[in-house]
């Protein structure tokens, strides 16, 4: 094995960066190739494609090295050390040398990260992952830090306009267009348009709720974030200190709002985007916004960035009898809380995380309630379950440093480490599923056991995180029925095969959302849909996400959506792309 101690491993990495560069300057596939394991992996972000993408295996990463092109050149291979330095940690259940450099291209700064493991003879260590990122493009760094703007009391101009003045014009858009119209006020959208506003891009995001986070204070009032908050701050302006680990939703709705006033993003809130087309001989879009005064604003930017997230509209499946209930009928993304429930029938048909959390609320304020399975569901106690995929923001590197690491693990390795913490997450969680199943609940562990974060990554959801209302199934409390045994819903309930009914008064579908190719459909009509493709799952062949971060075949149009981690690593991703764009540096 290689040795630990610091010296050696800074020796050890800086004598692979060198003979990398050398390689990669000379061109030489066999040396590049020598240097990576055979069953080695590279992602590229931007650095040498301005692509996202992810290579495999030694012989293709030195093909893809050397193909030339528009591929930048690149020089200034080291050890960044104002970074975490060369350490000795474990990935995907192997041993590694991690460490993290920076380099120069052509265009600009670049980052990336390194993991070398010993070689097949001796102890010449060879890349098992290589990460490539492009971090700063010349002549647009971000203007953060001693780049900040110096503000009006250097300028000691007291009759001209203040900051407040310029913040009003610069939102109200009057003659003329953004550069970049972000449709969606969430984490996306306020994660790229403070990247994009940092590159001095003109960004106005719209969003057709009445309030910056309403996206999150309109949902159930339960709700609370899943995974703990040192993972999930945006871009430049951390939660403090003394925020508890499960964010409600309600403080996150409040400091979206302080986010966007701090951040001086231009939103228009109560502005619907109803619709747009692409004219390709000016490179630009006319864009529909309907004002919540009933008036109609057109616009035309060179770039729409889709940040409704994941899923934004309610998907309602065709349930037979459904029409002819008596009761009430709601959508889970209508639903509010329990209050006026007391004493009532409910059944919630559906059991991710919206489908249980509703169940347990219906439940806690005094209903009779009964879950509706209607596939098999993923389910891992909260704590500590569902955190072990978070273990390398615990590690002691600072959050960019966490950031830059997670964007690194190649898709392979990422199911590998994914199978071997859900076979974890069920030893620690096995008194919990066997009692599910006794219960008649059906279990299912990811795509090939990679767990829940597979299942987001593939589908966005078909999960839940035990909070307690699993143990309420189990002892019976909360009721449940598979959705395969339904016959027909009836005005006073549901009907079983064979006869039973179910006495309901409230229904909850808590059915998911549609994806976000139903949206482009929808607005921008269907060959803008067939130019984009699939939207979110993985394309095997790129071994990335579909569509997300990235260029697509429909040009000016851009996608972000994820977790508050995605948006903060991506968003950065997309908005260097986009800069380079104004900047005429590549095509949209």
């Not at 590694?96 to 102890?123: H, K, Y």
């Not at 700063?136 to 110096?150: C, H, K, L």
């Not at 972000?182 to 995001?205: E, H, K, N, P």
């Not at 489908?355 to 389910?379: E, F, K, M, W, Y």
């Amino acid at each position: 094995m290689l040795d630990a101690t610091d010296d050696t491993l800074l020796a050890v990495t800086r004598r692979w960066l060198a003979d990398f560069e050398a390689a990669l300057t000379a061109s030489d596939k066999a040396s590049l190739a020598s240097l990576f394991r055979d069953d080695g992996h590279w992602r590229d972000l931007l650095a040498f494609t301005w692509k996202v993408e992810t290579v495999s295996g030694a012989s293709d990463i030195a093909a893809a090295l050397t193909a030339g092109g528009d591929t930048p050149a690149a020089s200034g291979f080291e050890i960044d050390g104002a970074r975490t330095p060369p350490r000795r940690v474990s990935r995907a259940g192997e041993e590694v040398i991690e460490a993290i450099f920076r380099f120069r291209t052509v265009v600009g700064q670049a980052n990336g990260v390194l993991r070398l493991v010993p070689g097949d003879t001796g102890d010449t260590p060879k890349a098992w992952t290589l990460l490539t990122a492009l971090d700063e493009i010349d002549g647009f760094a971000e203007t953060v830090g001693r780049a900040r703007p110096t503000g009006e009391v250097y300028a000691r101009d007291f009759r001209g306009p203040n900051w407040l003045d310029r913040r009003r014009a610069a939102t109200a858009y009057d003659g003329r267009d953004p550069a970049v119209l972000v449709v969606g006020a969430g984490q996306a959208g306020l994660s790229i348009a403070a990247r994009l506003t940092q590159l001095g891009v003109d960004t106005l995001i719209v969003d057709r709720l009445p309030r910056i986070g309403d996206n999150w204070r309109n949902r159930y009032h339960a709700l609370t974030l899943h995974n703990q908050v040192h993972v999930n701050h945006l871009p430049y302006m951390p939660f403090p200190p003394n925020w508890p680990a499960y964010i409600p939703k309600d403080k996150i709705a409040g400091w979206f709002e302080a986010y966007a006033e701090a951040m001086e993003l231009n939103v228009w809130t109560g502005t619907e985007c109803t619709g747009g087309r692409y004219d390709e001989k000016t490179g630009a879009w006319t864009v529909a916004l309907r004002r919540a005064d009933g008036t109609v604003h057109e616009m035309r930017p060179r770039h729409i960035v889709m940040a409704t997230g994941v899923s934004g509209i309610p998907h309602v499946p065709d349930i037979a009898g459904l029409d002819s209930f008596a009761g009430t009928v709601l959508h889970s993304g209508e639903y509010d809380d329990g209050g006026g429930w007391a004493g009532k029938n409910a059944l919630i048909i559906g059991t991710g995380n919206s489908g249980h959390d509703i169940a347990q609320d219906l439940h806690a304020a005094g209903a009779r309630v009964t879950l509706a399975q209607r596939s098999p569901t993923l389910v891992v106690s909260v704590e500590p379950s569902a955190q072990l995929p978070y273990a390398l923001y615990d590690e002691g590197p600072d959050l960019a440093d966490c950031d830059l690491i997670a964007a690194s693990m190649p898709l392979a390795l990422m199911r590998q480490a994914h199978r071997a913490i859900t076979a974890r997450s069920r030893e620690l969680d096995r008194d919990l599923l066997d009692g599910l199943a006794r219960a008649g609940f059906k279990l299912d562990f990811g795509p090939g056991g990679t767990g829940w974060q597979f299942k987001y990554l593939e589908r966005g959801g078909g999960y839940y995180f035990n909070v307690g209302c699993s143990d309420l199934i189990v002892d019976g409390s909360i009721g449940l029925v598979q959705f395969a045994d339904i016959e027909t819903i009836a005005a006073e309930g549901v009907r079983l095969r064979g006869g039973t009914v179910l006495p309901a008064d409230l229904i909850v579908l808590a059915t998911g959302f549609e994806g976000q190719d139903f949206l482009v459909r929808k607005l921008f009509g269907d060959d803008v849909a067939k130019r984009t493709g699939p939207i979110w799952g993985f394309d095997e062949a790129r071994q990335e996400l579909r569509a997300m971060w990235m260029r697509t075949g429909q040009p000016g149009l851009w996608f972000l959506a994820g977790s508050f981690a995605q948006c903060r690593i991506y968003s950065k991703v997309l908005a260097l792309q986009i800069r380079a764009c104004e900047a005429g540096l590549i095509a949209p």
